[in-house]
């Protein structure tokens, strides 16, 4: 398997690669806030909803390219607990599986969400 080159062009095929593995997940969500983001009562509220989403999908981004130093040292520790870290990580997908198929998802977040009522969002 080659190794894409550096520079514009390996960053550009990397990056559509990147996009294309991503559609099924970001698909349904951006979806979903472009039509909330176009049924909102004035163009600058639907931007507030834009610039949020993107900045909830870029941040992480950002932080990790400004960490990635100490994220090899970080990934040598996962590595060496990938064990756990995967046992963990399935057991809390588990939880969530059963607190979903047993309704009591919406229990357990109902104080996020009637705070969420309570807010007049986006705040413009």
Do not use: D
Request: contains cysteine.
């Amino acid at each position: 398997m080659q190794r894409v080159r550096p520079g514009p062009g390996g960053a550009l095929l990397l990056g559509l690669a990147f996009a294309f593995g991503w559609t099924p997940c970001i698909g349904p969500v951006l979806a979903a806030i472009l039509t909330l983001a176009g049924a909102q009562g004035t163009v600058a509220r639907g931007v507030v909803l834009l610039l949020l989403y993107s900045l909830g999908l870029g941040l992480p981004f950002l932080a990790a390219a400004v960490a990635v130093e100490h994220f090899r040292s970080v990934s040598g520790w996962l590595r060496r607990r990938a064990a756990v870290v995967n046992a963990t990580g399935g057991a809390l997908l588990v939880a969530m599986g059963a607190l979903v198929f047993f309704g009591q998802f919406t229990v357990l977040l109902s104080p996020a969400l009637e705070l969420y009522s309570r807010l007049k969002w986006p705040p413009i």
